[in-house]
């Protein structure tokens, strides 16, 4: 029975091998220059500059932007649970559609069933991901609703500031997590069609998260003037 359900062992090894083994890869390296690193720094920055605004309307367009990006994929992480739990019960149906590719390979309902579980499983992780960041988000306008006003900040006022972006870093950082369940959710896609297909696409994932992420333009702009 192991040796009938080995591919799809591997396939799903190899997935989670490229997820947390790129997660821990471009935390570790943040500190030397990626994006999450450079916009830990904007945000420091950001909050330094804020202590000396009386109006910080800006400040918490700023925070309910970003607040909003995460309530919607939030919401559409429960939409995407509700379809894939909707699809167990029209496994027939989808098992009919897949045969018809010829490079397809043969499974049985039960693995089917597993695998729309996993898949169920990445966007529960990314929901909870989403939700924590929305969470920390609303304590970050918080900290700039409390935050003092002062054009001359001190040691105090300035430990504050950093202490807010912090927060905001967080909540950046939990929002990207939730983003990459919806990278490897879409490379598990592959999974459906062969277990061994899995293996190139979550690679793919990787390659594009590393480029967008260390080696992009954008990286090149926001590092500007740091």
């Known amino acids: 029975m192991l040796q009938t359900y080995l591919y799809d062992i591997i396939a799903v090894a190899w997935l989670l091998l490229c997820w947390i083994g790129y997660a821990r890869f471009s935390e570790r390296g943040s500190a030397t220059g990626n994006l999450i690193g450079v916009m830990a720094r904007h945000r420091v920055r950001w909050m330094t500059e804020m202590l000396g605004r009386e109006n910080r309307m800006v400040d918490i367009q700023i925070i309910n932007s970003a607040l909003n990006n995460a309530t919607f994929f939030a919401s559409t992480t429960i939409l995407i649970m509700a379809g894939l739990f909707a699809l167990l019960g029209a496994l027939e149906d989808v098992i009919a559609v897949i045969r018809d590719i010829p490079f397809a390979v043969k499974t049985s309902r039960a693995l089917w069933e597993v695998k729309i579980i996993v898949m169920m499983l990445i966007f529960?992780?990314?929901?909870?991901?989403?939700?924590?960041?929305?969470?920390?988000?609303?304590?970050?306008?918080?900290?700039?609703?409390?935050?003092?006003?002062?054009?001359?900040?001190?040691?105090?006022?300035?430990?504050?500031?950093?202490?807010?972006?912090?927060?905001?870093?967080?909540?950046?950082?939990?929002?990207?997590?939730?983003?990459?369940?919806?990278?490897?959710?879409?490379?598990a896609?592959?999974?459906?069609?062969?277990?061994?297909?899995?293996?190139?696409?979550?690679?793919?994932?990787?390659l594009v998260l590393y480029r967008r992420e260390f080696r992009s333009r954008t990286l090149r702009a926001l590092s500007i003037g740091e």
């Not at 003092?148 to 430990?159: I, R, S, Y």
């Not at 896609?189 to 990787?206: D, E, I, K």
Request: proline residues 5%; hydrophobic residues 55%.
């Open 124 to 187: 529960v992780h990314g929901f909870f991901k989403f939700a924590w960041a929305m969470r920390q988000f609303n304590y970050c306008a918080l900290l700039v609703g409390a935050a003092p006003n002062t054009l001359d900040p001190g040691e105090e006022e300035l430990a504050y500031a950093q202490g807010g972006a912090m927060v905001a870093s967080l909540a950046a950082k939990h929002f990207n997590h939730g983003m990459r369940a919806y990278y490897f959710g879409m490379a």
């Open 189 to 206: 896609l592959s999974w459906f069609v062969h277990p061994l297909a899995l293996l190139p696409s979550a690679l793919l994932v990787v």
